[in-house]
């Protein structure tokens, strides 16, 4: 049931990944690492993606002060206005970057369908990839699980 892919921090393309959020904050993937974070690819018109979102300010508020961190990424023909008007309109808490030119979402594996979410552990291990809706409860017995490891 959980794919457990080992990400390579040290490899080419993850060291130099870099979000650039719509409030022109920089995360390096890098600085992530010894983190549980949840990586999301979404578009503001996938109605999925958009069912999810209270779903990941739960998650956020709930776990975010005990170390996870959340982004959620734009794809690439998402317009930046319509994902800044929604972050905005919906005062997302987490960090969410665009992905402009597509390459974070080749290097998560060529990310093509939304949502597609990545719970990432602490040991840089992709602890849960869903492509599609996910189970909030599974994702959450495993966001506990990290934390505690």
């Not at 892919?5 to 993850?14: G, R």
């Amino acid at each position: 049931m959980f794919s457990l892919v080992k990400l390579n921090w040290d490899s080419t393309p993850l060291s130099e990944v870099e979000f650039t959020t719509i409030t022109g904050k920089k995360i390096a993937l890098t600085a992530l690492k010894g983190k549980p974070v949840i990586i999301t690819f979404w578009a503001t018109n996938c109605p999925e993606c958009l069912k999810e979102i209270p779903i990941f300010i739960d998650l956020y508020k709930k776990y975010h002060a005990k170390g996870l961190e959340i982004i959620a990424i734009a794809m690439h023909y998402d317009p930046p206005n319509h994902v800044i008007n929604l972050s905005e309109a919906l005062q997302l808490p987490y960090d969410v970057a665009l992905d402009l030119t597509g390459e974070i979402a080749t290097v998560f594996g060529n990310v093509q369908l939304t949502p597609s979410t990545f719970l990432i552990g602490s040991d840089s291990l992709i602890d849960i990839k869903k492509v599609g809706a996910f189970d909030p409860e599974e994702i959450k017995t495993r966001i506990e699980i990290l934390l505690k490891g």
